[in-house]
């Protein structure tokens, strides 16, 4: 059997608790070791044999984890955060399916909640914004015309950029177009790993402020007014508020 992990964040206590068992029993583990903390690994058994997938191409990946199951072997296929978001999991499924050969996925905590734990904040603030977007600026790589930086910051919803950090100047000038420059915005790089580090700012002093410290990759970069300190109280626990759990109170 083959499973895809989501191997968390970085701290390797993140990895789910399903995920880590798997990563226990596993004959066979792939990772990702370009982005995955190698702790996470470190609970394998002694005969593990592992694959580091950084430096192969997805027929190699592919070949691994199709001759560990048909050996019938537990194979571990380890992604950073959530596989789900920009994992490129969806091209070793659909290979898998054609072959006919069962897997099943497990979640990871993704980076950009574990970016939010790291300084303390929740994305969708009532009164400020309900909505969260997952993005990230094209670079070598393609991003479509319609999911531009300027038509998602019309929204000025909350927002995590992926993959974007070398490319700071441009994000800052992009999402100025709607965004306040007065905005603020925060900067994590390799966020709950121990050299995790935190930049803060607004649109206007963010693009220095990373450079000073240093970062041109592995970090998330988070936008919005869910950054300050101006919302309203939720209703699920407003005393007036009565809901399915509870009725409200005088
Ligand atoms: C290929 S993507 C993988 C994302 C991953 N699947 C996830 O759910 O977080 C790699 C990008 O995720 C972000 N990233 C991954 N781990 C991170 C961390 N611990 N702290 C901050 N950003 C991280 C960075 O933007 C990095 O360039």
């Known amino acids: 059997m083959i499973y895809f992990i989501g191997a968390g ?20 583990i792939v990772y990702a070791g370009s982005l995955v903390n190698k702790g ?38 380890v992604h950073t955060g959530d596989p789900s978001i920009y994992g490129a999991i969806r091209e070793q499924m659909d290979i898998l399916d054609e072959k006919g050969i069962a897997y099943e996925v497990i979640p990871g905590v993704s980076s950009f909640v574990g970016a939010a734990a790291a300084i303390k904040k929740e994305f969708t603030l009532p009164g400020v914004t309900q909505t969260v977007i997952l993005t990230r600026m094209e670079g070598r ?18 927002m995590c950029i992926f993959l974007s950090v070398h ?42 402020k990373v450079k000073n410290a240093d970062i041109g990759k592995t970090a998330q970069i988070l936008v919005g007014d869910f950054l ?14 009565s809901h399915e759990f509870r009725s409200a109170k005088e």
Not at 228 to 241: C, I, P, Q, R, T
């Open 141 to 158: 790589t393609e991003v479509p015309e319609k999911e531009s930086l300027e038509s998602l910051a019309q929204h000025q919803a909350s």
């Open 9 to 28: 964040p970085g701290d390797p206590e993140l990895i789910t608790v399903k995920g880590q068992n798997i990563v226990k029993q596993a004959d066979v």
């Open 228 to 241: 300050g300190n101006n919302y309203e109280k939720s209703k699920l626990y407003d005393k007036h508020f």
């Open 40 to 77: 996470i690994i470190d609970c394998r058994k002694e005969t593990a044999a592992v694959y580091n997938s950084a430096s192969m191409t997805l027929e190699e990946v592919i070949e691994v984890l199709y001759d560990g199951e048909r050996a019938g072997k537990l194979v571990a296929r």
């Open 167 to 208: 490319m700071i100047d441009e994000v800052v000038r992009r999402l100025s177009t709607h965004y306040p420059v007065t905005t603020p915005i925060a900067v994590i790089q390799k966020a709950t790993w121990e050299d995790e580090k935190i930049v803060l700012g607004t649109l206007e002093d963010i693009a220095e």
